[in-house]
């Protein structure tokens, strides 16, 4: 059994990691607000979440080539430091193409941030990969709950949302001192890169026993069969996640008889479910394969959908929001941990393109779920979320399939230089 060791590195990725927590899980509420504050329709108060998808497919593409030229540890801090500017613009604009942009800058550089820490925690803990990305974003969950508290205790005082932007600087800005008052570095590349730069200084060549012929593949990162189904399952889980973050309310209000301001309240029970599944789920990705362990997750999740969709009574169906959070907490950190290790040398190329499936899943099912609801209503739209979680199951099947199989390169034995 795999064994996960806890060293300064780990702790500040954890921390760095609950820095976009306390942004992406605090926004919910504001959102609301800022509706208010602008005088927009609804509908077009969620283009901020079209603005987070934009960001997403923009961080994706800027986090493999920050990270070839300035090394994986500063392309996070880099991330940070976009991170501290896009909140505090978001904290002093008010027009609301002005916060639109604010927030895909937040995103954009938030997205560094998830795949810095996603890379970094693969290579520096092997096979106890799982569980550390696990618990990291436990820490994202645990930062998630704070968020609203802190937005709550402003909102109550007078002082509107705004000062939760200052909370976010001041957070990102003490984690950095930190760093450099304990003196942490981030490594700026996978342990297995540089070892291989300094076995094969002049070229990376492979002889193949089937074709008996060398190659080099210094410049290939084409990644397998197995990171793109795994890519897929990241956009469907994903359209679950961000589903029921925009609608929950909507449903505990029209079906469940919560207040608005109670039905707001209580979508927290996803993210405490969330916060304690991912504490267990470092523990039990220590002990059991993560296919297995994605599947039991899924399954959690369908049961707690099934309890909460068909509850009629506030507390039963805030009690189906928190198993559902159990079983949501553990699709992401498990099947970006499946990704970056198929992906091998090209861990840095597959994180970015992993933000995409991000940006894909934020896009379009809000999207696709809310044109239902305008339909049939959103209790009954909801019943799009069992059909997404069923896809995710099949996916996850043909996944471990698909890591069953041998790879292409299996058969390729190092050739040195002086060959």
């Given amino acids: 059994m795999p064994r996960l060791t806890r060293d300064r590195t780990t702790w500040l990725t954890y921390a760095q990691l609950g820095l976009w927590g306390f942004f992406l899980y605090g926004f919910g509420p504001v959102v609301p607000l800022l509706r208010d504050e602008q005088g927009t329709s609804a509908a077009v108060a969620g283009l901020h979440s079209t603005g987070i998808a934009v960001g997403a497919l923009a961080g994706g593409a800027l986090f493999a080539p920050a990270a070839r030229r300035l090394g ?4 996070i801090w880099l991330g940070l430091a976009g991170l501290a500017a896009g909140v505090a613009a978001l904290g002093l604009l008010r027009p609301l193409p002005a916060t639109i942009a604010a927030v895909a800058v937040v995103a954009t550089f938030g997205m560094m ?23 990291a974003n436990a820490a994202c969950a645990g930062m998630g709950i704070l968020a609203p508290l802190v937005i709550g205790a402003t909102v109550d005082a007078g002082l509107g949302w705004r000062p939760m932007m200052a909370v976010e600087v001041g957070l990102i800005t003490l984690v950095a001192l930190a760093a450099v008052t304990f003196r942490v570095r981030l490594p700026r590349a996978a342990p297995a890169t540089a070892a291989a730069a300094a076995v094969r200084p002049i070229l990376d060549t492979y002889r193949s026993s089937r074709t008996e012929t060398v190659q080099d593949l210094g410049r290939r990162t084409v990644l397998p069969r197995a990171y793109w189904i795994a890519w897929v399952l990241m956009a469907v889980t994903g359209s679950i996640e961000v589903c029921l973050s925009l609608w929950t309310a909507d449903v505990l209000r029209t079906h469940a008889g919560l207040s608005a301001g109670g039905a707001s309240a209580a979508v927290a029970a996803i993210v405490c479910g969330m916060f304690a599944g991912r504490l267990a789920g470092g523990r039990l990705a220590l002990r059991w394969p993560p296919v297995p362990l994605l599947l039991a997750a899924l399954t959690v999740s369908l049961a707690g959908f099934a309890l909460f969709w068909s509850a009629s009574v506030g507390w039963l169906a805030v009690t189906g929001l928190v198993v559902l959070g159990l079983g949501n907490a553990l699709h992401y950190p498990l099947a970006i941990s499946i990704a970056l290790t198929v992906a091998g040398r090209a861990a840095d190329k597959a994180a970015g393109w992993s933000s995409y499936s991000v940006g ?27 059909a997404f979680i069923a896809a995710a199951l099949l996916l996850t099947v043909r996944l471990g399939r698909a890591l069953r199989l041998p790879s292409p390169t299996d058969d390729r034995t190092p050739v040195s230089a002086a060959a």
């Fill in 72 to 75: 994986r540890g500063p392309a």
């Fill in 113 to 135: 941030v998830i795949s810095g820490v996603n890379v970094v925690l693969t290579a520096h803990h092997g096979r106890a990969a799982p569980a550390a990305l696990s618990e």
């Fill in 360 to 386: 894909v899943g934020f896009g379009i099912a809000p999207v696709a779920l809310g044109w239902v609801a305008d339909g049939v209503g959103p209790h009954l739209a909801f019943l799009l979320l069992p």
